[in-house]
Nanobody
Framework: QVQVVESGGGLVQAGGSLRLSCAAS????????MGWFRQAPGKEREFVAA????????VYADSVKGRVTISRDNAKNTVYLQINSLKPEDTAVYYC?????????????????????WGQGTQVTVSS
C-alpha cells in the first residue's frame, strides 16, 4: 500500500510555470507507476500525464503535450509535474495517483480506473 500527498499548487499568472510534487510513503514506491489527473469545477477528472516505475516511459494527454513534463525521483519517493506556459484553462485541482506496475506503461495509464491510490489534490489557479 502507498499513500500519496500532493503539493506545489497555488495562484499563478497565465504564461507562468509551476512544479507540482507528489510524495509517496512506503519503501515500495519503486513498484508503482504514477499518474497525474486534474479536475476543474463542474468537469470530470481528466488525465494529464503518467510515468512508469523507473521513468522509462511516459504518457501525456494531448491537451498538455509540449507544456507538461512528468518525472520521478525514486530515491526521494517523489513524482513531479512541471507545467509551463500556464493557461486559465489549466485551473483545476491536480491529483496524484499510483498503480502497482513494474514495466512500461501504455495509453491505458490514462484511465482513472487502473489506479489504486489517490491523493487529496492540490489547487492550481491560473489568472488571466
Amino acid at each position: 500500500q502507498v499513500q500519496v500527498v500532493e503539493s506545489g499548487g497555488g495562484l499563478v499568472q497565465a504564461g507562468g510555470s509551476l512544479r507540482l510534487s507528489c510524495a509517496a510513503s512506503g519503501r515500495t514506491f519503486v513498484r508503482y507507476a504514477m499518474g497525474w489527473f486534474r479536475q476543474a469545477p463542474g468537469k470530470e477528472r481528466e488525465f494529464v500525464a503518467a510515468i512508469s516505475w523507473n521513468g522509462g516511459s511516459t504518457v501525456y494527454a494531448d491537451s498538455v503535450k509540449g507544456r507538461v513534463t512528468i518525472s520521478r525521483d525514486n530515491a526521494k519517493n517523489t513524482v513531479y509535474l512541471q507545467i509551463n506556459s500556464l493557461k486559465p484553462e489549466d485551473t483545476a485541482v491536480y491529483y496524484c495517483a499510483a498503480r502497482q506496475l513494474i514495466g512500461p506503461i501504455s495509453s491505458r495509464s490514462s484511465s482513472r480506473d487502473v489506479y489504486d491510490y489517490w491523493g487529496q489534490g492540490t489547487q492550481v489557479t491560473v489568472s488571466s
